[in-house]
């Protein structure tokens, strides 16, 4: 017995995916950890945000070579890795994330009134997390 294919059972499982909850959550965390790793590495070249350097640990900028700002542009080139590494391969991307963002933490926590930055950052950090475990259980399904 032949069966008769039709292009509506191939959109099926593109519909379901994109229709399931977990997925859009994926799609969501996915989309916001590429983007804005990369519009905030950008920034450190522009400082128009804000003062980029100042949130440099004044030990780091101790230890780093050059100025706060050089290390500002290092800071900026990794962080623009990391949004195509989210985009590209987001299994590998979203932990790189969570790892930046700890050593982000630990930078902020050793400045005076910067607490509330690093609490907010934790929070990413643990949102990156979740986009890292959603990217293992999606993986391998259409993900465009």
């Known amino acids: 017995m032949a069966s008769v294919s039709t292009g509506a059972t191939a ?49 780091i900028d101790d230890v780093v070579p050059g100025s706060a700002q050089a290390a500002m542009y290092a800071v900026g080139v990794i962080e623009i890795v990391a949004g195509v590494a989210v985009a590209v ?19 902020l926590l050793t400045i005076p009134d910067y607490y509330d930055i ?13 986009l890292a475990r959603l990217a293992e259980h999606y993986h391998g399904k259409r993900e465009h």
């Open 11 to 59: 959109a099926t499982p593109r519909r379901e995916l994109l229709a399931d909850p977990g997925y859009q959550a994926f799609a969501i965390l996915r989309t916001a950890f590429a983007v804005a790793p990369i519009l905030f590495g950008l920034d450190k070249f522009a400082n128009l945000l804000v003062d980029w350097p100042a949130y440099l640990a004044p030990w």
């Open 118 to 130: 690093a609490l907010r950052d934790f929070g990413l950090l643990l949102a990156a997390v979740a």
């Open 89 to 107: 391969a987001p299994r590998f991307g979203a932990w790189l994330v969570a790892g930046w963002l700890a050593g982000i933490i630990v930078n």
